[in-house]
């Protein structure tokens, strides 16, 4: 059993900056956690951020390029997300993800594992 915990979600305002985690613990061999996604009240779970095991590889939603990176600490088996710049539209629960590839995945559908989110409110 695996378990994700997001955290560092919060109120920010526009232009602001916030830096989420997610842990991963319990049997997590060969499961890692590289995939942030969003999910706003009433709207779809879409991409945002996806790093290998190697941290060599990411990719990045259009939406949020050039404003967010997605790193980790393999020593911690934790993935963050530092969010710059960040707008109103950013605002939704963000969720981490891990499944059993090393490799980037942008496809939620082809993640196992998902923490339970936290959420983050850009708002003047």
């Known amino acids: 059993q695996v378990q994700l915990v997001e955290s560092g979600g919060g109120l920010v305002q526009p232009g602001g900056s916030l830096r989420l985690s997610c842990a991963a613990s319990?049997?997590?061999?060969?499961?890692?956690?590289k995939g942030w996604f969003r999910q706003a009240p009433g709207k779809e779970r879409d991409f945002v951020a996806a790093i290998s095991w190697n941290g060599r590889s990411t990719s990045y939603a259009d939406s949020v390029k050039g404003r967010f990176t997605i790193s980790r600490d393999n020593a911690k088996n934790t993935v963050y997300l530092q969010m710059n710049s960040l707008k109103p539209a950013d605002t939704a629960i963000y969720y981490c993800a891990a499944d059993t590839s090393m490799l980037v995945t942008t496809d939620p559908k082809k993640y196992d594992y998902w923490g339970q989110g936290t959420q983050v409110t850009v708002s003047s």
């Open positions: 319990g049997r997590t061999f060969s499961i890692y956690p």
